[in-house]
């Protein structure tokens, strides 16, 4: 009983730091780039994110909106100007901004280019 409420514990801890989404921000960002000394950019990165926070200055993010716009296009190959939530998910999931376990919930409407760029851009500035 006292190891599922220490499993418990750790889970609330990561998820209210968003520990989850800030590792796979920075496995993104690695994967993204390829330094040639990985640990140093991820100290860079690190140090950056924090005087991101601390001044109140947007990180800036490894993707532009040029770079969202094509994403968004290549998952909409129909041209119909819409993606499946599936394809939402999975998209968030592989920028780094959304956790395999995180619930979003899919009021069953295709998502817009336009609602696809305004949740890429909200979360990034919430990393």
């Not at 190959?77 to 394809?87: A, K, L």
């Not at 009021?107 to 949740?119: A, C, N, P, S, V």
């Amino acid at each position: 009983m006292e190891t599922r409420s220490r499993e418990l514990q750790a889970a609330e801890y990561l998820e209210k730091h968003r520990i989850k989404e800030l590792v796979s921000y920075l496995t993104s960002a690695l994967l993204f780039f390829r330094p040639e000394k990985p640990r140093e950019y991820l100290i860079s990165l690190l140090e950056r994110l924090r005087i991101a926070k601390v001044t109140g200055v947007a990180f800036p993010f490894f993707m532009d909106n040029s770079n969202v716009v094509s994403m968004f296009e290549m998952m909409d190959s129909s041209n119909r100007g819409t993606i499946s939530f599936v394809q939402y998910k999975e998209a968030l999931k592989t920028l780094g901004l959304c956790t395999k376990d995180e619930d979003l919930e899919d009021d069953g409407h295709r998502i817009t280019l336009d609602q696809f760029k305004d949740e890429v851009n909200k979360r990034i500035k919430e990393i």
